[in-house]
């Protein structure tokens, strides 16, 4: 029934995003018609999370060895934060162009990937 997942970045600065996934995450790629890049993204998992708050919805990426991938962000120019371990995994916040922030993590949880 579902066949993969659609996800948007919505920014004013998609010449440095679509630098910053090719570039940095070395993310394959087509163009989609009108310089319009579309990335192939690595497999995917989704959780459910109970709130008191207002709904809302996360993107984080997901790496075997956070140390080790934060020191190649760190190559190519991206920012982090430090890294914190939260019980379910070690996490950090990577700057996106523009400012935005993106969640990247080491699980230390089972995953229906592995």
């Known amino acids: 029934m579902i066949t993969g997942i659609h996800a948007i970045f919505y920014t004013k600065h ?3 995003m679509y630098d910053f996934l ?10 989609a018609g009108n310089g319009r890049l579309f990335f192939a993204a690595p497999p995917t998992e989704l959780a459910v999370h109970e709130t ?3 709904p809302e919805q996360e993107l984080w990426l997901i790496c075997d060895d956070i140390a080790a991938t ?4 760190g190559k190519k120019g991206i920012k ?13 916040t990577l700057e996106l162009p523009g400012g935005d922030k ?3 993590y080491e699980p230390k949880h089972l995953s229906p990937l592995t």
Do not use: C, F
């Open 102 to 104: 993106l969640g990247l």
């Open 22 to 31: 090719k570039d940095v995450l070395d993310l394959r790629y087509v163009d």
């Open 52 to 54: 008191e708050d207002d």
């Open 14 to 16: 998609s010449k440095e």
């Open 70 to 73: 934060v020191q190649q962000l």
């Open 80 to 92: 982090t934060t430090p890294v914190a371990d939260r019980g379910w995994g070690l996490v950090t």
